[in-house]
């Protein structure tokens, strides 16, 4: 960016009732290391950062954890919350170089279950001396089509010094988010604000005073391994956020902040904040430390198998294609080139996304993107961030990926595609026809917006006619960087019906409000606006 339903079900409840109770108590708002002081005294390792699973399809996913020590990971699975008959998968050994955290690939998991997991941290000198286990729980995606799918998306977390308030309870659309028990969270980008520093208090235009969680990392512009390392715990300090990590399993990718505003590779930083000019540099120590917060199945591959981009897929419903606009785009510029083959997604990963959607067979393909498509999002003066350049007329710059993506999809029959995206710090629905635009080989197509989910809001981006977008729907602040105090968080739902597989999309508002709600049909090309 430019600018600086149901209730879980009693048996969710109960077995997370405990760890989440401890959790809580092991921690101390504000405080830097939240090892339980009764384990730190006993020597055993303690997992008091929580739990969060990822990836999870119908038979695998991973697990996550982080250490107060060394300490082997261990993690028991079972169909049940008592526990009486595990699985056991051992992990890796948590050490300083991955900062003490691990994830461990579960395989072989039934098909559209509810798994109960622990997560036991082990002395790794003496495997008898083990911390107190931390449980949590995910719903493997469903073999049959009848049985439905239903997930969140949101992004754009810790934003524009906007940090963990405990005077308002802090991250308080995630507890909202976990009270509607999805499938899954897709998190579009913006994961932390590294790049964004997080002050004590802040004062309000009206005159009350925000108040922030601080640590020594957020205190400045994030540069060293450790600095971003520790803006990826910032937000576990919130017992919100692992509260639902410890329920809800996440589909993650990243955007700009996790390295710093608007990066693209190569670049050359002119800031007098940063020491370290070289923003490959900075992305290399990002990388490796979102890898190890996160649990990403391809961040955890070997050598060049090691990226972002990735289809996760859900069932015979769903396919996630999880894009990355960030680590191949070319740089920041006008977007007025002619002939323009990297443009946000580089070659390699649009001929890869080509492939993917055609042999995929879900009946709908989420097409996750951390930037919108239409929406123009400048970079200073001349240069523009995302896709659009303002311009109406044919493709030009970045535009001329996307033409020829949205080309491919009309020409191949790719049904049932849709997009969804954070970035903009607003909430928004635009429907693209070839009738509206200047380019017209393409078969008309969805785009969703939502976010922030725990930074400031900003008003609504203009939009570029190129693919004929129309704005239907938006909800976004007057003026720019409105606090959580003053407007609310915004994060999206898509529900999947077994029956009829339409696809029904909700634009809510924290607090509980749906602000837009529009269906969807099954094995269409593309979406007519109705």
Known sequence: ?????????????????????????????????????????????????????????????????????????????????????????????????????????????????????????????????????VTGTFRTAPERRRDGVRFLWSGDIAGQGWGINPDIGGFRAYEEMRRLDPDFFLCSGDTIYADGVIQPSVTLPDGRIWRNVTTPEKAKVAETLAEYRGNFRYNLLDHNVRAFNAQVPSIVQWDDHEVRNNWYPGQILDDARYTEKSVDVLAARASRAFAEYFPVSTLHARGAERRMHRVVRYGPLLDVFVLDMRSYRNANSPGRQADDTTGILGAEQLEWLKRELSRSRAVWKVLAADMPLGLVVTDGATDFEAVAQGDPGAPLGRELQIAELLRFIKHRRITGTVWLTADVHYTSAQHYAPERAAFQDFAPFWEFVSGPLAAGGFPANALDATFGPERVFVRAPERANLSPMESPQYFGEVDIDGDSGELTVRLRAEGGTVLFSTVLQPGRVGQQLR
């Open 1 to 133: 960016m430019s600018h600086p339903t149901p209730a879980p079900s009693p048996a969710r409840r109960t077995v997370l009732r405990g760890s989440l109770a401890a959790s809580a108590a092991a921690f101390a708002v504000g405080g830097d290391a939240f090892a339980s002081p009764a384990l730190a005294l006993s020597g055993r390792p303690s997992a008091a950062w929580g739990v969060q699973a990822g990836d999870v399809t119908a038979n695998s996913g991973l697990v996550w954890v982080r250490s107060d020590r060394p300490a082997r990971m261990i993690v028991e699975t079972s169909s049940g919350e008592s526990f009486r008959r595990v699985r056991r998968h051992y992990g890796p050994l948590l050490g300083p170089g991955t900062d003490f955290t691990g994830t461990t690939a579960l395989r072989g998991l039934p098909a559209g279950e509810q798994i109960h997991y622990r997560v036991t941290l082990a002395d790794p000198d003496d495997p008898r001396r083990t911390g107190a286990p």
